[in-house]
């Protein structure tokens, strides 16, 4: 009888736990879960999701701009994304004047689409396991021989699926090495804005609300491929036609179910599920704080620079998001592995690893000290490791200054050759042009304070290591004041004063005698000589170790589910429309509506300031055939397991069409790039009726819901 019942409670806890499932798959191994899939709703085949000779859902699905995902909605190559994703190419065609950041911008046709150079999209032809032929020959090679072997299978393999056709071909590791896959793309080099929501809208919430449930972002634009008429990538040309998709998705608005099936395609960026114990805890006690401590300085003055001008406003918004968002990322992170108590999870599991490795002389041999192994680099070179982040930050997330002085080093370095060959002049042309647009979003005052106070900081952290002599013989305060009153890298004025009378003579005296470029040189050196060449041996033994832990993993526990970390490749998650219960004592539900829109408003926080439209059309409950059961739905939760890179991506229902655009996660779940716990990872999807009620009833676009095929 016991026995009977302690069976039938395993039994109901599995048909009621949450159905959560962790793991980022590869789309062409998706057969495998097929029934799994199904059994929860799914209506359609692996094949109709991944198919390599006939069209499928993997043809709708694009990487946007290399760290997005967007998907194609009608068969004119309309494609949606998130508003965060195409945010530079917003700003950058908004102006004081047209300022498409405050009020959205809608091409009334295509004439009116914007033009934006450099912007990609690609799609996935085919991926494919190329690991016996990567590894082909490689035997009893070790070290340099070993990674050379595999470079030149690659390149080999690389040529021959490039050969004849106009596709891109890349071969990259999964699992450490112990898969290699090569992704074969097409991708499209003319891609532009169709439109795109207020902020007030697509950005609403803004960071009170961001990696926050419950949301009521639209976080969405529009975009359209153009190809040359032959259907196929071209740079941008006035001949140019839209692109004739394979595939595109139906876009469902009938009623969503909560515990319907759901599944996100997409390029997620990078996961982190193996870190040992060790390297869990750095991050935890030590790395990400910092960062969030260098961080919480830059942010402080931007925002306050923000709120007191709509110039520094405009100018400042892109590079606030991009600070700000991994900011409160790790804020989020390190909460969610100590409430979960990650780190005890992280040692049982390891010792579960070595008992197992252990109680084997064959195991014991390959898999035994793995994991101590790893746990004792990290010890080794964490301080490293840390330097190395600490640079990240100080370098390429601090000051402005720095990237004026990488461009002018590049500059410096090409100038005898350029002279030799008759190029100086369009050199020169090429910086002012390149200054001119850095110094369109530039603040002097403000990088003037985020100078002081990151290296400050930054000459903190890295205490007893690896510091350029100027930074350990000037304090912070004295170097600010000179570099602010005289470098030519911090002012437009001089910096174009500085190229207009240019010759060698006063290029000499910029290396020498420039502050501003003296610290970054300094910095930038001790970077390059004294961190990165450790940082290279650290990361290759690193990736040796978790090479063998994760294929300990597969050999010794056969049966447990294995995915491969992300890795910016296309990957598939699936789950249902559910919502959580992260916090003791509350209860997230999986929606929201337009009703939160005005209570947020309400609270008199600018993150949630609105147009006066948006509050009529709630007042009048305007909410056009969008609406279920007389409510708007804005966002909703879903149980699939998914990171940064799929942004944009989008959330398929169990027919196969768009149901919302994956935008977000919950801060309670952000910890999902280390560990995976099905009752808090909730990703956060703008519902499409909302997008489609933003375009047809909120900006009079109906032309672009007409273009696309409805489901009801
Ligand atoms: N957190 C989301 C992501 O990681 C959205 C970021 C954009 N929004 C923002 N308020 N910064 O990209
Ligand atoms: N906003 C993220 C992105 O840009 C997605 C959120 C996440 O990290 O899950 O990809």
Same mark, same amino acid.
């Given at each position: 009888?016991?026995?009977?019942?302690?069976?039938?409670?395993?039994?109901?806890?599995?048909?009621?736990?949450?159905?959560?499932?962790?793991?980022?798959?590869?789309?062409?191994?998706?057969?495998?879960?097929?029934?799994?899939?199904?059994?929860?709703?799914?209506?359609?085949?692996?094949?109709?999701?991944?198919?390599?000779?006939?069209?499928?859902?993997?043809?709708?699905?694009?990487?946007?701009?290399?760290?997005?995902?967007?998907?194609?909605?009608?068969?004119?190559?309309?494609?949606? =994304?998130?508003?965060?994703?195409?945010?530079?190419?917003?700003?950058?065609?908004?102006?004081?004047?047209?300022?498409?950041?405050?009020?959205?911008?809608?091409?009334?046709?295509?004439?009116?689409?914007?033009?934006?150079?450099?912007?990609?999209?690609?799609?996935?032809?085919? *991926?494919?396991?190329?690991?016996?032929?990567?590894?082909?020959?490689?035997?009893?090679? #070790?070290?340099?021989?070993?990674?050379?072997? *595999? #470079?030149?299978?690659?390149?080999?393999?690389?040529?021959?699926?490039?050969?004849?056709?106009?596709?891109?071909?890349?071969?990259?590791?999964?699992?450490?090495?112990?898969?290699?896959?090569?992704?074969?793309?097409?991708?499209?080099?003319?891609?532009?804005?169709?439109?795109?929501?207020?902020?007030?809208?697509?950005?609403?919430?803004?960071?009170?609300?961001?990696?926050?449930?419950?949301?009521?972002?639209? &976080?969405?634009?529009?975009?359209?491929?153009?190809?040359?008429?032959?259907?196929?990538?071209?740079?941008?040309?006035?001949?140019?036609?839209?692109?004739?998709?394979?595939?595109?998705?139906?876009?469902?608005?009938?009623?969503?179910?909560?515990?319907?099936?759901?599944?996100?395609?997409?390029?997620?960026?990078?996961?982190?599920?193996?870190?040992?114990?060790?390297?869990?805890?750095?991050?935890?006690?030590?790395?990400?704080?910092?960062?969030?401590?260098?961080?919480?300085?830059?942010?402080?003055?931007?925002?306050?620079?923000?709120?007191?001008?709509?110039?520094?406003?405009?100018?400042?918004?892109?590079?606030?998001?991009?600070?700000?968002?991994?900011?409160?990322?790790?804020?989020?992170?390190?909460?969610?592995?100590?409430?979960?108590?990650?780190?005890?999870?992280?040692?049982?599991?390891?010792?579960?690893?070595?008992?197992?490795?252990?109680?084997?002389?064959?195991?014991?041999?390959?898999?035994?000290?793995?994991?101590?192994?790893?746990?004792?680099?990290?010890?080794?070179?964490?301080?490293?490791?840390?330097?190395?982040?600490?640079?990240?930050?100080?370098?390429?997330?601090?000051?402005?200054?720095?990237?004026?002085?990488?461009?002018?080093?590049?500059?410096?370095?090409?100038?005898?050759?350029?002279?030799?060959?008759?190029?100086?002049?369009?050199?020169?042309?090429?910086?002012?042009?390149?200054?001119?647009?850095? $110094?369109?979003?530039?603040?002097?005052? *403000?990088?003037?304070?985020?100078?002081?106070?990151?290296?400050?900081?930054?000459?903190?952290?890295?205490?007893?290591?690896?510091?350029?002599?100027?930074?350990? +013989?000037?304090?912070?305060?004295?170097?600010?004041?000179?570099?602010?009153?005289?470098?030519?890298?911090?002012?437009?004025?001089?910096?174009?004063?500085?190229?207009?009378?240019?010759?060698?003579?006063?290029?000499?005296?910029?290396?020498?005698?420039?502050?501003?470029?003296?610290?970054?040189?300094?910095?930038?050196?001790?970077?390059?000589?004294?961190?990165?060449?450790?940082?290279?041996?650290?990361?290759?033994?690193?990736? !040796?170790?978790?090479?063998?832990?994760?294929?300990?993993?597969?050999?010794?526990?056969?049966?447990?589910?294995?995915?491969?970390?992300?890795?910016?490749?296309?990957?598939? =998650?699936?789950?249902?429309? +559910?919502?959580?219960?992260?916090?003791?004592?509350?209860?997230?539900? +999986?929606?929201?509506?337009?009703?939160?829109?005005?209570?947020?408003?309400?609270?008199?926080?600018?993150?949630?300031?609105?147009?006066?439209?948006?509050?009529?059309?709630?007042?009048?409950?305007?909410?056009?055939?969008?609406?279920?059961?007389? !409510?708007?739905?804005?966002? $909703? =939760?879903?149980?699939?397991?998914? =990171?940064?890179?799929?942004?944009?991506?989008?959330?398929?229902?169990?027919?196969?069409?768009?149901?919302?655009?994956? $935008?977000?996660?919950?801060?309670?779940?952000?910890?999902?790039?280390?560990?995976? &716990?099905?009752?808090?990872?909730?990703?956060?999807?703008?519902?499409?009726?909302?997008?489609?009620?933003?375009?047809?009833?909120?900006?009079?676009?109906?032309?672009?819901?007409?273009?696309?095929?409805?489901?009801?």
């Amino acid at each position: 009888m016991k026995r009977f019942l302690l069976v039938a409670i395993i039994a109901l806890t599995s048909i009621f736990k949450s159905v959560a499932e962790e793991g980022m798959l590869i789309p062409s191994l998706i057969k495998a879960f097929e029934s799994d899939m199904q059994a929860m709703g799914m209506k359609l085949t692996a094949q109709e999701i991944y198919d390599v000779n006939n069209s499928s859902l993997k043809d709708a699905i694009l990487h946007f701009g290399g760290g997005c995902t967007a998907e194609l909605v009608s068969g004119e190559g309309l494609l949606l =994304t998130n508003h965060h994703c195409g945010y530079s190419q917003i700003q950058s065609h908004s102006s004081l004047e047209n300022d498409y950041l405050k009020y959205g911008f809608w091409a009334k046709d295509k004439k009116e689409e914007k033009v934006n150079p450099g912007l990609t999209a690609s799609r996935v032809v085919r *991926i494919q396991d190329v690991t016996k032929d990567a590894l082909f020959g490689t035997e009893g090679l #070790q070290g340099l021989e070993f990674s050379n072997k *595999i #470079q030149k299978n690659i390149a080999t393999l690389v040529a021959d699926a490039e050969n004849g056709t106009h596709y891109t071909a890349k071969i990259k590791p999964f699992n450490y090495g112990n898969e290699y896959y090569m992704i074969v793309k097409e991708t499209f080099l003319d891609v532009r804005l169709v439109g795109t929501p207020p902020n007030s809208i697509g950005k609403f919430g803004g960071d009170t609300d961001n990696w926050i449930w419950p949301r009521h972002t639209g &976080d969405f634009s529009v975009f359209r491929v153009y190809s040359n008429t032959s259907n196929e990538p071209a740079e941008y040309s006035e001949s140019n036609v839209p692109y004739k998709p394979l595939h595109f998705l139906p876009v469902s608005v009938k009623n969503r179910v909560p515990g319907e099936f759901t599944m996100v395609y997409g390029f997620p960026g990078k996961t982190e599920q193996h870190l040992s114990s060790g390297n869990l805890k750095f991050y935890m006690d030590q790395e990400r704080p910092a960062r969030i401590k260098m961080r919480e300085k830059s942010l402080s003055v931007i925002d306050a620079g923000m709120r007191s001008s709509d110039a520094i406003r405009i100018k400042y918004a892109s590079k606030q998001a991009r600070i700000a968002n991994a900011w409160k990322k790790w804020i989020g992170q390190i909460g969610g592995l100590k409430t979960v108590d990650a780190m005890q999870i992280k040692l049982d599991r390891e010792k579960v690893y070595n008992n197992s490795a252990r109680g084997q002389k064959d195991w014991a041999m390959k898999y035994g000290s793995v994991i101590d192994d790893m746990n004792a680099l990290v010890e080794k070179y964490k301080d490293v490791e840390f330097g190395y982040s600490m640079a990240i930050e100080y370098l390429y997330v601090g000051p402005e200054l720095f990237g004026r002085a990488r461009a002018m080093n590049e500059f410096l370095s090409a100038y005898s050759t350029l002279e030799e060959n008759g190029e100086l002049e369009a050199a020169i042309e090429k910086q002012i042009r390149g200054a001119k647009g850095f $110094f369109k979003n530039y603040d002097e005052n *403000i990088d003037k304070e985020i100078f002081r106070l990151l290296t400050e900081e930054y000459v903190n952290q890295i205490g007893d290591g690896p510091l350029p002599d100027i930074l350990k +013989e000037n304090s912070a305060e004295e170097l600010t004041e000179i570099i602010y009153s005289k470098s030519i890298l911090t002012n437009e004025e001089r910096f174009m004063k500085f190229m207009n009378k240019l010759n060698s003579k006063s290029l000499d005296k910029l290396k020498k005698k420039d502050q501003g470029f003296k610290v970054w040189s300094g910095a930038n050196d001790t970077f390059f000589k004294e961190v990165i060449p450790d940082v290279r041996v650290y990361h290759a033994q690193m990736e !040796e170790l978790l090479k063998a832990y994760v294929a300990g993993r597969m050999e010794m526990f056969p049966d447990e589910k294995m995915w491969a970390d992300a890795n910016s490749t296309m990957r598939i =998650t699936y789950g249902k429309l +559910e919502g959580s219960a992260p916090h003791d004592g509350m209860k997230y539900t +999986e929606h929201t509506t337009i009703d939160g829109i005005i209570a947020k408003n309400n609270t008199g926080n600018p993150d949630y300031e609105l147009l006066p439209r948006m509050r009529e059309l709630a007042k009048d409950k305007n909410y056009g055939d969008y609406a279920q059961d007389g !409510e708007l739905w804005v966002c $909703f =939760t879903g149980s699939n397991h998914t =990171t940064g890179g799929n942004s944009g991506s989008p959330v398929i229902d169990g027919e196969g069409n768009l149901m919302g655009l994956n $935008f977000d996660r919950s801060w309670e779940s952000t910890m999902s790039d280390f560990m995976f &716990d099905a009752s808090r990872c909730r990703n956060i999807t703008v519902d499409v009726r909302y997008v489609l009620w933003v375009m047809d009833i909120y900006s009079g676009a109906k032309h672009l819901v007409d273009e696309m095929t409805l489901v009801k």
